[in-house]
């Protein structure tokens, strides 16, 4: 039995500071969506997942997949599990009402999703792609494709993936070679070879509805050479019912670390002669669709991180109030006490709660641009959309950085045990270590962040974005002898964010590899930074609620201490990045490449 | 045939987040956020059933609750109730298993002409497991307990009573009360349509004074039941433990045998 619980309280606690949800509500795109049915909704998605996805969470883990060139099996729990997603509704949550979603904030799913992949982050693999793939059709789609395709992947009885990757195309997607020839008939036939697709095959929906990117025949080469093609597994005739199947074939599936029940396919297409596809958009424009869910995508596995990371945290923090070891220092009681009377132990309980509140204060917050972008006009619109375009990348890596180093944590919390499979943290260990690698790698976000968002409107994006962190730093520091340490840790952290921000920017001008070389820790100043400006907020969130009289005082001031500890002993750790940031790209190539592999 | 049911249902505070008793009053602190008890979300499951396999009719939820809670009625709306008739009124603090049961009876009577009434065999904050007998009493209704299902045939009710043993077939004529066993059937998750139809769906909120009863019929003035003490429970005493030395199966043995459970 899965012992996950959905941390719904602490997602109401970050969005009633982030989520704008007055505001969305107040809007009539999402009026609906008021705060009141928000934590409705929150608690039942919460409690579905927690009993019905939670507890084949481990069995997928152990029993995996099974592949036959008939296809994949999942799991035989995975089925009904999935049959009760479909009836509940869920997939529909911000889709489209006109094809029979619900609408709801994109944001707010974000958030929300949390509670999904935190309680059996391989089967969410499923409806999280298919969710991408709604939304390229929902965009991109003629209204034909949209009438046809996406009621019934709105219900969830057929899935999406996403096809961009190839043996020879990861990162680099413009040296994708798969073709599309275009018929008589106006469709196409695509013929070649996808890897690393997400539940490409499965035994869970009745048709699986591919996105693909391919080229025609006149596209020119590189990424402005790529079209975008809806594949269906199986055929759709006019009145909707499935016809005959499609020429793509599974033929073979990865063995992964992690994420077990995610199947990881080698899709083929077009082996007996070319697999029926439809253009969606226009010619040679499908980079420019696949960025339309981009920022949505980032974000979804940056959520990914915190989800798994938090799941690992609760297994941490209930072992540790077991687990009898030792005795109390300063005490002097004979008997063994549980470890989480020990120092080090509270360490990194600490570690891990305070980093999670903070990557879940950083989701809510970003993810609340996203919606207010929607829902604003001109310029205010505009300065949502750059929060959102400059933060994602930072939610994505320093999310899934720091998912990678909770749950070691978790595993560490249990010691020998946490090596054990049995103890459940093994399992999200692995699971988490894919999250810093798919969805553009973090490398690739650090390139993003330096490269093209630090540069939106000349730096004036990320000017704005240092205004209002000064604006909360002055707030802090007037709030009191309490936070005078906190508010001091963030003023440094945002000094040297500041610096190294215009020291990547003047230095990446002259030889952009000097921007490139110290990205990645960049980013990490940048996520810690961010960190501390949402947990100040945090703490004075808290602090108003207590003077404001609340019957949760326990609660709040374990959020004020939270608060404090990230700002005091984790936002410094910027100062040891720095100078891997202001030291340019020469030492990293003073060593030859043969030096590399001399061993 | 259509069909109208009417089930009772609690709103009780979490179990997951154990309540605390007022030492004053002797009963559950219920100032929290109240959410409906897993025990009725049975009933409910079962209702919206039978009036599918009816073919038309709807379940009307029935509660009595303090501070105007809905929280709870609206899951079982969220899954598919159509409306409900909650009683809250300051008057029924302190209320007992009977002054409870005079209450609902009034409020099923509200609710209109049903077919069928179901509760849960007993409520899991309270455990009097006496409310249903109760209200098919002030009813004037057969009583059937302990359902593990219910079956509809013209005006006869078809239940398998649950019993020790296995089953007993009852038969009565509707209308009729029916308490249902906990975990005879799935609950159904509320949907998203599901949750955001049960905000407009009407919540009949009503008094004491509403239903034609004298306030000091019902809460402590009409209790006749008394708490008269309330006791920490004790903790268990520690196990035994036996390191297995290849012997460890016969101490087992004889532990059952002192128990004579073998």
Same mark, same amino acid.
């Given at each position: 039995?899965?012992?996950?619980?959905?941390?719904?309280?602490?997602?109401? +606690?970050?969005?009633?500071?982030?989520?704008?949800?007055?505001?969305?509500?107040?809007?009539?795109?999402?009026?609906?969506?008021?705060?009141?049915?928000?934590?409705?909704?929150?608690?039942?998605?919460?409690?579905?997942?927690?009993?019905?996805?939670?507890?084949?969470?481990?069995?997928?883990?152990?029993?995996?997949?099974?592949?036959?060139?008939?296809?994949?099996?999942?799991?035989?729990?995975?089925?009904?599990?999935?049959?009760?997603?479909?009836?509940?509704?869920?997939?529909?949550?911000?889709?489209?009402?006109?094809?029979?979603?619900?609408?709801?904030?994109?944001?707010?799913?974000?958030?929300?999703?949390?509670?999904?992949?935190?309680?059996?982050?391989?089967?969410?693999?499923?409806?999280?792609?298919?969710?991408?793939?709604?939304?390229?059709?929902?965009?991109?789609?003629?209204?034909?494709?949209?009438?046809?395709?996406?009621?019934?992947?709105?219900?969830?009885?057929?899935?999406?993936?996403?096809?961009?990757?190839?043996?020879?195309?990861?990162?680099?997607?413009?040296?994708?070679?798969?073709?599309?020839?275009?018929?008589?008939?106006?469709?196409?036939?695509?013929?070649?070879?996808?890897?690393?697709?997400?539940?490409?095959?499965?035994?869970?929906?009745?048709?699986?509805?591919?996105?693909?990117?391919?080229?025609?025949?006149?596209?020119?080469?590189?990424?402005?050479?790529?079209?975008?093609?809806?594949?269906?597994?199986?055929?759709?005739?006019?009145?909707?019912?499935?016809?005959?199947?499609?020429?793509?074939?599974?033929?073979?599936?990865?063995?992964?670390?992690?994420?077990?029940?995610?199947?990881?396919?080698?899709?083929?297409?077009?082996?007996?002669?070319?697999?029926?596809?439809?253009?969606?958009?226009?010619?040679?424009?499908?980079?420019?669709?696949?960025?339309?869910?981009? !920022? !949505?995508?980032?974000?979804?596995?940056?959520?990914?991180?915190?989800?798994?990371?938090?799941?690992?945290?609760?297994?941490?923090? %209930?072992?540790?109030?077991?687990?009898?070891?030792?005795?109390?220092?300063?005490?002097?009681?004979?008997?063994?006490?549980?470890?989480?009377?020990?120092?080090?132990?509270?360490?990194?309980?600490?570690?891990?709660?305070?980093?999670?509140?903070?990557?879940?204060?950083?989701?809510?917050?970003?993810?609340?641009?996203?919606?207010?972008?929607?829902?604003?006009?001109?310029?205010?619109?505009?300065?949502?959309?750059?929060?959102?375009?400059?933060?994602?990348?930072?939610?994505?890596?320093?999310?899934?950085?720091?998912?990678?180093?909770?749950?070691?944590?978790?595993?560490?919390?249990?010691?020998?045990?946490?090596?054990?499979?049995?103890?459940?943290?093994?399992?999200?260990?692995?699971?988490?270590?894919?999250?810093?690698?798919?969805?553009?790698?973090?490398?690739?976000?650090?390139?993003?962040?330096?490269?093209?968002?630090?540069?939106?409107?000349?730096?004036?994006?990320?000017?704005?974005?240092?205004?209002?962190?000064?604006?909360?730093?002055?707030? +802090?520091?007037?709030?009191?002898?309490?936070?005078?340490?906190?508010?001091?840790?963030?003023?440094?952290?945002?000094?040297?964010?500041?610096?190294?921000?215009?020291?990547?920017?003047?230095?990446?001008?002259?030889?952009?590899?000097?921007?490139?070389?110290?990205?990645?820790?960049?980013?990490?100043?940048?996520?810690?930074?961010?960190?501390?400006?949402?947990?100040?907020?945090?703490?004075?969130?808290?602090?108003?609620?207590?003077?404001?009289?609340?019957?949760?005082?326990?609660?709040?001031?374990?959020?004020?201490?939270?608060?404090?500890?990230?700002?005091?002993?984790?936002?410094?750790?910027?100062?040891?990045?720095?100078?891997?940031?202001?030291?340019?790209?020469?030492?990293?190539?003073?060593?030859?490449?043969?030096?590399?592999?001399?061993? | 045939?259509?069909?109208?049911?009417?089930?009772?249902?609690?709103?009780?505070?979490?179990?997951?987040?154990?309540?605390?008793?007022?030492? !004053?009053?002797?009963?559950?602190?219920?100032?929290?956020?109240?959410?409906?008890?897993?025990?009725?979300?049975?009933?409910?499951?079962?209702?919206?059933?039978?009036?599918?396999?009816?073919?038309?009719?709807?379940?009307?939820?029935?509660?009595?609750?303090?501070?105007?809670?809905?929280?709870?009625?609206?899951?079982?709306?969220?899954?598919?109730?159509?409306?409900?008739?909650?009683?809250?009124?300051?008057?029924?603090?302190?209320?007992?298993?009977?002054?409870?049961?005079?209450?609902?009876?009034?409020?099923?009577?509200?609710?209109?002409?049903?077919?069928?009434?179901?509760?849960?065999?007993?409520?899991?904050?309270?455990?009097?497991?006496?409310?249903?007998?109760?209200?098919?009493?002030?009813?004037?209704?057969?009583?059937?307990?302990?359902?593990?299902? %219910?079956?509809?045939?013209?005006?006869?009710?078809?239940?398998?009573?649950?019993?020790?043993?296995?089953?007993?077939?009852?038969?009565?004529?509707?209308?009729?009360?029916?308490?249902?066993?906990?975990?005879?059937?799935?609950?159904?998750?509320?949907?998203?349509?599901?949750?955001?139809?049960?905000?407009?769906?009407?919540?009949?909120?009503?008094?004491?004074?509403?239903?034609?009863?004298?306030?000091?019929?019902?809460?402590?003035?009409?209790?006749?039941?008394?708490?008269?003490?309330?006791?920490?429970?004790?903790?268990?005493?520690?196990?035994?433990?036996?390191?297995?030395?290849?012997?460890?199966?016969?101490?087992?043995?004889?532990?059952?045998?002192?128990?004579?459970?073998?």
């Amino acid at each position: 039995m899965s012992d996950y619980k959905a941390p719904i309280k602490d997602s109401l +606690f970050a969005l009633r500071m982030f989520g704008h949800l007055n505001d969305l509500a107040a809007s009539e795109k999402y009026a609906q969506a008021d705060p009141e049915t928000v934590s409705t909704v929150l608690g039942e998605f919460g409690r579905f997942f927690e009993e019905v996805f939670g507890p084949v969470n481990a069995i997928g883990d152990t029993e995996g997949l099974k592949w036959s060139p008939e296809g994949v099996t999942t799991p035989a729990e995975f089925k009904p599990a999935y049959e009760k997603y479909v009836e509940a509704g869920w997939q529909g949550f911000g889709a489209d009402t006109a094809y029979g979603g619900a609408g709801w904030p994109q944001g707010v799913y974000c958030l929300a999703s949390e509670f999904m992949s935190g309680s059996n982050a391989a089967l969410s693999m499923l409806p999280g792609l298919t969710v991408g793939a709604m939304e390229l059709l929902e965009h991109w789609g003629s209204e034909e494709q949209k009438e046809k395709y996406l009621p019934r992947m709105v219900t969830g009885e057929w899935s999406g993936t996403m096809n961009l990757t190839e043996p020879q195309a990861g990162s680099d997607v413009g040296l994708s070679t798969t073709k599309a020839d275009p018929q008589e008939d106006g469709s196409y036939l695509i013929s070649g070879t996808k890897i690393f697709i997400s539940f490409g095959d499965h035994d869970l929906t009745e048709n699986i509805i591919h996105l693909v990117l391919a080229r025609t025949p006149d596209a020119p080469p590189g990424t402005r050479g790529i079209s975008l093609f809806l594949v269906p597994k199986f055929m759709v005739h006019d009145d909707g019912s499935l016809g005959e199947r499609n020429d793509v074939d599974c033929v073979s599936i990865e063995h992964k670390m992690g994420i077990h029940a995610s199947p990881t396919c080698v899709l083929s297409f077009g082996a007996q002669g070319g697999a029926v596809g439809y253009l969606v958009g226009e010619p040679n424009q499908g980079m420019r669709a696949m960025f339309t869910m981009m !920022n !949505n995508a980032r974000l979804s596995v940056g959520t990914q991180g915190l989800s798994i990371a938090q799941a690992s945290y609760q297994k941490a923090a %209930i072992y540790s109030r077991e687990r009898l070891q030792g005795r109390a220092i300063g005490s002097d009681s004979p008997g063994p006490v549980p470890i989480v009377q020990h120092p080090d132990v509270r360490r990194m309980l600490l570690t891990m709660r305070s980093q999670l509140e903070a990557m879940r204060n950083l989701v809510a917050h970003t993810a609340a641009a996203l919606d207010m972008s929607q829902v604003t006009t001109g310029e205010e619109s505009e300065g949502w959309t750059e929060s959102l375009e400059l933060l994602t990348p930072v939610v994505k890596s320093f999310c899934t950085e720091l998912a990678v180093e909770i749950t070691s944590l978790a595993v560490q919390v249990f010691g020998g045990m946490g090596y054990i499979e049995e103890s459940g943290v093994s399992q999200l260990y692995r699971d988490a270590r894919i999250a810093p690698i798919y969805e553009g790698t973090n490398g690739i976000q650090a390139m993003d962040l330096v490269g093209r968002k630090l540069g939106i409107r000349m730096g004036g994006a990320i000017a704005d974005q240092f205004g209002r962190m000064h604006a909360t730093l002055d707030e +802090f520091r007037d709030a009191g002898s309490e936070f005078e340490a906190s508010a001091q840790a963030f003023s440094s952290a945002l000094d040297q964010l500041e610096s190294t921000t215009a020291w990547i920017m003047e230095h990446g001008m002259a030889d952009p590899r000097d921007a490139l070389a110290g990205a990645s820790p960049y980013l990490m100043i940048f996520g810690y930074t961010t960190g501390a400006w949402l947990m100040a907020r945090q703490a004075m969130t808290a602090r108003s609620d207590l003077e404001a009289g609340s019957d949760d005082a326990e609660y709040l001031e374990a959020k004020i201490t939270s608060a404090r500890f990230f700002c005091e002993q984790i936002s410094p750790k910027v100062a040891g990045l720095v100078p891997a940031v202001t030291a340019g790209h020469e030492i990293l190539y003073d060593i030859p490449e043969e030096q590399l592999t001399t061993f | 045939m259509a069909m109208n049911i009417v089930v009772c249902v609690k709103q009780i505070p979490d179990p997951a987040d154990p309540g605390e008793l007022d030492p !004053n009053t002797k009963t559950l602190k219920r100032d929290v956020k109240l959410i409906l008890d897993e025990a009725d979300s049975y009933g409910v499951e079962m209702a919206l059933q039978l009036v599918d396999a009816a073919g038309g009719g709807e379940v009307t939820l029935v509660s009595m609750a303090p501070d105007d809670e809905v929280g709870g009625i609206r899951t079982a709306l969220a899954m598919g109730a159509a409306k409900a008739v909650l009683v809250s009124d300051e008057a029924l603090v302190g209320s007992d298993a009977l002054g409870t049961a005079k209450v609902l009876a009034k409020a099923i009577e509200r609710a209109g002409d049903a077919d069928l009434v179901i509760t849960a065999t007993e409520s899991s904050d309270g455990y009097t497991g006496t409310v249903p007998e109760q209200v098919a009493e002030l009813l004037g209704l057969p009583s059937i307990t302990f359902a593990k299902s %219910i079956e509809v045939d013209g005006n006869t009710i078809k239940v398998k009573r649950q019993t020790e043993a296995g089953y007993d077939d009852v038969e009565a004529p509707t209308p009729a009360v029916i308490s249902v066993t906990a975990g005879v059937v799935e609950p159904r998750y509320p949907s998203f349509k599901g949750i955001m139809a049960a905000k407009s769906k009407p919540v009949d909120e009503v008094t004491v004074a509403d239903l034609g009863l004298d306030a000091d019929a019902v809460g402590w003035a009409g209790a006749r039941q008394e708490i008269v003490e309330i006791a920490t429970a004790e903790t268990r005493e520690a196990g035994t433990i036996i390191e297995d030395e290849g012997e460890g199966y016969a101490q087992i043995v004889d532990f059952l045998a002192d128990l004579k459970v073998i």
